[in-house]
């Protein structure tokens, strides 16, 4: 029976009926038949589990609602997601493997036809197209489904360099944060594996980052090897836009392939004292000065210190004003000389400060400067990168990549870069440049030098392939500026009249010579340029293309390409 229907005839009969005891005893049964025909809406499938993924069907026109997962009436999931009622726009998928031979109940609020769709199968839909999809980044990882933001625990441990990340496996939307994982031995080929942090009863999984625990200061290690400890945000919304955020830690013995979080998680809960919703991001690492390990955490208007013998229990030391969101903090050698360095902090958008830190405060001797416009955002640097190697190595999330159409997945990484520190006539500045390792997705490599524009646009006419990587030295000689051209769409202006980099001021060094360094890396969806060997930097999304031509050089001057150096890639997939 219909729920109006049911009520219809249920008031008739309380105005018709007499005494105020039936009435009441009427009242309570409408009642509880409206209570019994909204619940009876509630969708559960039980599902014995044999395969390696649950494949979920996804419709952007539904509204999100809560999914749970149950075994054994135990909740081991709690996510939202667009079930489709009709035609699926794209499939996700919830990888199973743990709970294999385990009964698991799904419930959804409604009966819709998506509930009937959910299937298992060792296979997760689509996989067969996975990397090979229109509009998939082919020089950038980015995530087989659903959404990335920041990224999370970068660490290099026993030959992996691990990237765990804001993940929202099950929509290409930003939602319930999750850490999805990926591993490298190189920076350039990944492999993702299972989200290792799912949201609990904390809140859900924010960023933050990872350790090694060389000493064994937690106690949490098990067997020979030390564990890798992430130290996280757990989001709590509490409604009407008020949030709790606290800082959590979580354990893994097994080389980050899963983690444990820590019982008497949080470690710091700082909202009261900020009175702030705004308490995330902590950024931990071993300060080798004070022998103690050092949390730096946004918190409302800047970044907080605190310190710890144990990551456990942490001591709130000191805080700088002017920074929003996913701290970084690292020391680095001026020019190369480790007996000269200074300490570098940032916030999300990468503007940063130079200065001094005694594992207590951070003494800024700098004003604010910045290194990168663009898509860059909440770049994170990797901890534990082995002393022969000594290089401080960024990702940075690419914001706002769509890559085109519903795709089941969404946004990338930036190419990895080298933050090094160095000399210019302005003072000290931090550089960052892709690493070397770029190299090895080179295929076919041209290079050439002293062309005029005319002669470069001949020799670009030449080359072949979406996926590029180019370096070329510009001298204006006459005018203002030139250009860079890629499929009908200007990807690059230089002008030196306004100092501007894709109309961006840069503060450049020697203006004087009129020459600039480029260095630019092309992909289905984006375009990275690198300024003079790292000075600044600017990505952005690629435009839909105007046409199939290649690269062409243009523009308002009179311009010598002492040298042009042109690489196509191979996919890193
Ligand atoms: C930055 C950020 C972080 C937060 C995360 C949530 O992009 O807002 O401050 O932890 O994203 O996904």
Not at 26 to 55: A, D, F, H, M, P
Not at 250 to 261: I, Q, V, W
Not at 390 to 404: F, L, P, S, T, Y
Request: hydrophobic letters at 35%; a negative charge.
């Amino acid at each position: 029976m219909g729920i109006g229907v049911f009520c219809f005839l249920h008031v008739n009969l309380f105005f018709s009926t007499a005494g105020f005891m039936k009435k009441t005893a009427w009242l309570l049964c409408v009642l509880l038949g409206c209570v019994l025909s909204v619940w009876s809406q509630e969708n559960k499938r039980t599902i014995k589990i044999t395969k390696k993924y649950l494949n979920l069907p996804v419709q952007h026109s539904e509204d999100r609602q809560q999914m749970k997962f149950e075994i054994g009436g135990v909740n081991i999931r709690t996510f939202v997601i667009r079930l489709s009622t009709e035609e699926p726009d794209y499939w996700v998928f919830a990888d199973m493997s743990a709970f294999q031979g385990s009964s698991l109940t799904i419930r959804y609020p409604e009966k819709v036809k998506g509930m009937k769709q959910i299937y298992q199968s060792d296979r997760f839909a689509g996989e067969d197209s996975v990397y090979k999809e229109v509009g998939r980044p082919q020089v950038h990882f980015s995530s087989r489904r659903g959404w990335n933001n920041d990224p999370n625990g970068l660490v290099w441990y026993e030959g992996e360099y691990h990237l765990f990340y804001q993940h929202n496996p099950y929509e290409a939307n930003w939602e319930n944060m999750t850490w999805g994982h990926a591993v490298s031995t190189d920076l350039v080929f990944w492999k993702e594996l299972t989200d290792v942090l799912h949201p609990d009863e904390l809140g859900t999984m924010f960023s933050g980052t990872a350790t090694i625990d060389a000493k064994n200061t937690t106690g949490f290690q098990e067997g020979d090897n030390p564990p890798i400890i992430a130290a996280y945000t757990a989001h709590k919304y509490l409604g009407e836009g008020d949030a709790i955020q606290t800082q959590c830690i979580a354990y893994s013995n097994d080389k980050g392939r899963t983690f444990t979080k820590y019982e008497g998680n949080p470690v710091v809960d700082s909202k009261a004292k900020w009175d702030s919703r705004n308490t995330r991001d902590p950024k931990i690492f071993w300060h080798e000065g004070t022998q103690k390990w050092v949390m730096v955490v946004f918190e409302k208007d800047g970044h907080s210190f605190y310190n710890s013998d144990n990551l456990k229990e942490w001591t709130y030391l000191s805080h700088l004003v002017g920074f929003w969101e996913c701290p970084e903090l690292f020391e680095l050698p001026i020019d190369g000389n480790k007996y000269n360095t200074k300490w570098v902090i940032y916030g999300a958008s990468g503007t940063y400060m130079i200065g001094d830190f005694d594992g207590k405060s951070f003494k800024p001797t700098s004003g604010k400067h910045a290194y990168c416009a663009g898509s860059l955002y909440a770049a994170q640097t990797y901890n534990n990168i082995p002393e022969e190697d000594g290089r401080r190595i960024q990702i940075g999330w690419a914001r706002g990549m769509d890559h085109g159409g519903k795709m089941p997945f969404t946004q990338m990484f930036l190419f990895p870069t080298e933050l090094t520190l160095r000399s210019t006539r302005n003072g000290v500045r931090m550089f960052s440049e892709p690493i070397g390792e770029l190299k090895k997705l080179h295929t076919n490599s041209m290079q050439w030098s002293k062309l005029t524009t005319g002669e470069a646009n001949e020799k670009l006419a030449d080359v072949k392939g979406e996926l590029l990587h180019l370096k070329l030295t510009v001298e204006t000689l006459d005018g203002t500026s030139f250009q860079l051209k890629y499929k009908g769409n200007v990807i690059l202006t230089h002008d030196m009249n306004y100092n501007k980099l894709n109309g961006v001021f840069y503060e450049s060094d020697l203006a004087e010579t009129k020459t600039v360094d480029l260095e630019v890396l092309i992909d289905r969806t984006s375009v990275e340029i690198f300024m003079d060997h790292g000075r600044f930097n600017f990505s952005a999304p690629l435009n839909e293309p105007k046409n199939q031509e290649g690269l062409s050089i243009s523009g308002r001057a009179e311009i010598v390409i002492h040298h042009l150096e042109v690489h196509e890639l191979q996919s890193i997939w």
